[in-house]
Nanobody
Framework: QVQLVESGGGLAQAGGSLRLSCVASGRTFSTYFMGWFRQAPGKEREFVAA????????YYGDSVKGRFTISRDNTKNAVYLQMNSLTPLDTAVYYCAASTTYRSDRLRLGTMYDYWGQGTQVTVSS
């Protein structure tokens, strides 16, 4: 079992930046494939980014590519999401997720992930 706690959300202006953090407790963090998802009101959950166990490979959703950067620090049991050039369309609750398995055709699907954080709200004003 692993517990995930996100932080770093808040209010930002369009064009601004925020950095989200997710700290994990429990089983060895480096054994988890990690992802970030988001859900805006009235919309389906959307894949944002994911990162491999060592951090050597990253994946991004089309809507955030070039603006967001995912990283991890296995010594701190943490994964991060640096969000730049924010727009009001980035407004959502952001969730950190951990997976004990990996399939390249499923890493953008929430169903691949076993554990989820409680979410942190990000609001971007125009």
């Amino acid at each position: 079992q692993v517990q995930l706690v996100e932080s770093g959300g808040g209010l930002a202006q369009a064009g601004g930046s925020l950095r989200l953090s997710c700290v994990a407790s429990g089983r060895t963090f480096s054994t988890y494939f990690m992802g970030w998802f988001r859900q805006a009101p009235g919309k389906e959950r959307e894949f944002v980014a994911a990162i491999s166990w060592s951090g050597g490979t990253t994946y991004y959703g089309d809507s955030v590519k070039g603006r967001f950067t995912i990283s991890r620090d296995n010594t701190k049991n943490a994964v991060y999401l640096q969000m730049n050039s924010l727009t009001p369309l980035d407004t959502a609750v952001y969730y950190c997720a951990a997976s004990t398995t990996y399939r390249s055709d499923r890493l953008r699907l929430g169903t691949m992930y076993d554990y989820w954080g409680q979410g942190t709200q990000v609001t971007v004003s125009s």
